[in-house]
């Protein structure tokens, strides 16, 4: 079984950053890989990252790509996502997620199988 903790949401003005941590315990999977979604009121959980273990491969939204950054320290067993020039529309819960082992780098969140508690990230205007 694996566990998902997640850590580091907040309040933050808009421009402003935070660092999100993903820790893992359990099994290891053999796609190797760890995602983000984040879920704002009334709308669905939307894809935000992805990474393999060994940092080499990413998957970026759009939405995020060149204000977030997705970093790993396998000595930790910790995903790290620094968000920079945070924007309002970024307020959400952010959710640390683990794919089923066929998959590498999912976008799809039903291709998820494990999920931590979720943060909650504010950005305010």
């Known amino acids: 079984q694996v566990q998902l903790v997640e850590s580091g949401g907040g309040l933050v003005q808009a421009g402003g950053s935070l660092r999100l941590s993903c820790t893992a315990s359990?099994?290891?999977?053999?796609?190797?890989?760890l995602g983000w979604f984040r879920q704002a009121p009334g709308k669905e959980r939307e894809f935000v990252v992805a990474?393999?273990?060994?940092?080499?491969?990413?998957n970026y939204a759009d939405s995020v790509k060149g204000r977030f950054t997705i970093s790993t320290d396998n000595a930790k067993n910790t995903v790290y996502l620094q968000m920079n020039s945070l924007k309002p529309e970024d307020t959400a819960v952010y959710y640390c997620?683990?794919?089923?082992?066929?998959?590498?780098?999912?976008?799809?969140?039903?291709?998820?199988?494990?999920w931590g508690q979720g943060t909650q990230v504010t950005v305010s205007s």
């Open positions: 997620a683990a794919p089923d082992a066929r998959y590498t780098l999912p976008n799809k969140a039903n291709d998820y199988v494990y």
């Open positions: 359990g099994r290891t999977f053999s796609s190797d890989s």
């Open positions: 990474v393999n273990w060994s940092g080499r491969r990413t």
